[in-house]
């Protein structure tokens, strides 16, 4: 059974930094794209950056020049380096990873929260 475990969430004041990591476990797959997604109250789940397996990354355009995508192969972990919070970056921030093997995996959220 394929499982996501994310961790490193919390409350940070504006213009602070956080780092997520998602790490994945009992498998011997190697992931494909890894990627963050985020959920604020009230609003649809959103895609906040991808990594594929070669390193390429792609961001929303809202966090841009603040956030950074990695991943480490070897452990199967990804993570998002997130620099100059904002208020508006407060959600609940999903890891997916996508295995050619069993599908698409969720982690189960780390809330993110941004106020002074």
């Known amino acids: 059974q394929v499982q996501l475990m994310e961790s490193g969430g919390g409350l940070v004041q504006p213009g602070g930094s956080l780092r997520l990591s998602c790490a994945a476990s009992?498998?011997?797959?190697?992931?494909?794209?890894m990627a963050w997604y985020r959920q604020a109250p009230g609003k649809q789940r959103e895609r906040v950056a991808y990594?594929?397996?070669?390193?390429?990354?792609n961001y929303a355009d809202s966090v841009k020049g603040r956030f950074t995508i990695s991943r480490d192969n070897a452990e199967n972990t990804v993570y998002l380096q997130m620099n100059n919070l904002k208020p508006e970056d407060t959600a609940v921030y999903y890891c997916?990873?996508?295995?050619?093997?069993?599908?698409?995996?969720w982690g189960q959220g780390t809330q993110v929260t941004v106020s002074s």
């Open positions: 990594i594929t397996s070669g390193g390429s990354a």
């Open positions: 009992g498998n011997i797959y190697r992931a494909d794209t």
């Open positions: 997916n990873a996508y295995f050619s093997r069993v599908g698409p995996r």
